[in-house]
């Protein structure tokens, strides 16, 4: 058995590294992607790595990543300086990845964990590295990063589209099942569904706008109820939503107030509120035979619509 050695001088080049590393990828000035560095990240640093998270967004497509680059000494796998590309994080490009990401003089692929892609400073570089003065360290940093990004972000781009034609009839059965959805039973709303809207289909969103009140026709709200599926942005999925310039008088309560319900879960951003079918909903719902399924998406949205007008009486 190897002694264990704690070398406080060791460490403390560590994290002088983090540091330098940092500034050189913030240094770092593409003409294909956008970078922003997330050092505050909870899995930056761990047991086997020394790193931090970095935002990076395509500026062609809008297409988002987000990445993990640093130090692993994993003994069971390569170890050295890398750019990782995880397929929870990254689920929509991983695939096209794994499939056309190769090596190139920049950087060394790695596949040996199904999950995780990494990108490797080759050992020549990385000696290089070591040796060198500290502008010349963050140049290659900021070189090595640069290359590693912008070969992900030039292979994702490259997306060739695969669907069968039973999707298509399945999207236009799930479109009709959204609108006899919004027929739903309730003592405590009133919906009126806007088949006319333009917004009901679009690029990334397949459903309807509804008027939605309490039975009074108080705290009138006009909300979506559908789906969402940009692979640009996240979260996708079935989900009801109510943005602020439609709602300037109750969204605001709705935003603060609305708790999580039995079927679905909460996302906010800036001037939206969006309630996402939980994903063990969805899998039962997947699962479930034609009657039984319109049954489960007008509870889904029956309760979405409910919450938010109780949240908006507060």
Same mark, same amino acid.
């Given at each position: 058995?190897?002694?264990?050695?704690?070398?406080?001088?060791?460490?403390?080049?560590?994290?002088?590294?983090?540091?330098?590393?940092?500034?050189?990828?913030?240094?770092?000035?593409?003409?294909?992607?956008?970078?922003?560095?997330?050092?505050?990240?909870?899995?930056?640093?761990?047991?086997?790595?020394?790193?931090?998270?970095?935002?990076?967004?395509?500026?062609?497509?809008?297409q988002k990543f987000y990445l993990h680059t640093?130090?692993?000494?994993?003994?069971?796998?390569?170890?050295?300086?890398?750019?990782?590309?995880?397929?929870?994080?990254?689920?929509?490009?991983?695939?096209?990845? =794994?499939?056309?990401?190769?090596?190139?003089?920049?950087?060394?692929?790695?596949?040996?964990?199904?999950?995780?892609?990494?990108?490797?400073?080759?050992?020549?570089?990385?000696?290089?590295?070591?040796?060198?003065?500290?502008?010349?360290?963050?140049?290659?940093?900021?070189?090595?990063?640069?290359? =590693?990004?912008?070969?992900?972000?030039?292979?994702?781009?490259?997306?060739?589209?695969?669907?069968?034609?039973?999707?298509?009839?399945?999207?236009?059965?799930?479109?009709?099942?959204?609108?006899?959805?919004? #027929?739903?039973?309730?003592?405590?709303?009133?919906?009126?569904?806007?088949?006319?809207?333009?917004d009901n289909f679009g690029q990334y969103a397949?459903?309807?706008?509804?008027?939605?009140?309490?039975?009074?026709?108080?705290?009138?709200?006009?909300?979506?109820?559908?789906?969402?599926?940009?692979?640009?942005?996240?979260?996708?999925?079935?989900?009801?939503?109510?943005?602020?310039?439609?709602?300037?008088?109750?969204?605001?309560?709705?935003?603060?107030?609305?708790?999580?319900?039995?079927?679905?879960?909460?996302?906010?951003?800036?001037?939206?509120?969006?309630?996402?079918?939980?994903?063990?909903?969805?899998?039962?719902? #997947?699962?479930?035979?034609?009657?039984?399924?319109?049954?489960?998406?007008?509870?889904?949205?029956?309760? =979405?619509?409910?919450?938010?007008?109780?949240?908006?009486?507060?």
């Amino acid at each position: 058995m190897n002694r264990y050695i704690v070398d406080i001088g060791t460490l403390q080049q560590i994290q002088l590294f983090g540091d330098v590393y940092a500034e050189a990828i913030a240094s770092i000035r593409s003409d294909l992607a956008e970078i922003e560095v997330d050092r505050a990240s909870k899995d930056s640093i761990g047991r086997h790595w020394y790193g931090f998270r970095v935002r990076v967004v395509d500026k062609e497509n809008g297409q988002k990543f987000y990445l993990h680059t640093g130090l692993i000494f994993l003994p069971s796998t390569r170890i050295g300086l890398m750019v990782e590309v995880d397929e929870a994080n990254n689920h929509g490009p991983y695939k096209q990845l =794994c499939e056309r990401l190769e090596s190139t003089d920049s950087f060394l692929r790695d596949l040996q964990e199904a999950q995780y892609l990494k990108l490797f400073l080759p050992e020549k570089q990385l000696n290089e590295l070591l040796e060198a003065d500290l502008p010349r360290q963050k140049r290659i940093l900021a070189g090595f990063f640069q290359a =590693c990004v912008e070969a992900i972000v030039s292979i994702a781009k490259d997306r060739p589209f695969r669907f069968k034609m039973k999707d298509l009839d399945d999207m236009y059965n799930a479109a009709l099942l959204y609108r006899e959805a919004l #027929d739903y039973q309730s003592d405590l709303t009133k919906v009126t569904v806007n088949e006319k809207d333009r917004d009901n289909f679009g690029q990334y969103a397949s459903g309807y706008r509804y008027w939605l009140s309490d039975k009074n026709g108080k705290h009138k709200m006009y909300a979506y109820f559908g789906v969402i599926f940009s692979f640009k942005k996240e979260p996708a999925g079935i989900f009801a939503e109510i943005d602020e310039f439609s709602n300037p008088q109750e969204f605001n309560g709705v935003f603060e107030r609305i708790k999580e319900g039995k079927s679905y879960w909460i996302h906010k951003e800036k001037g939206f509120l969006k309630l996402f079918m939980k994903p063990e909903y969805k899998e039962k719902w #997947d699962k479930a035979s034609a009657a039984k399924q319109k049954e489960l998406l007008e509870a889904f949205v029956k309760e =979405c619509s409910e919450n938010m007008v109780l949240a908006a009486k507060g």
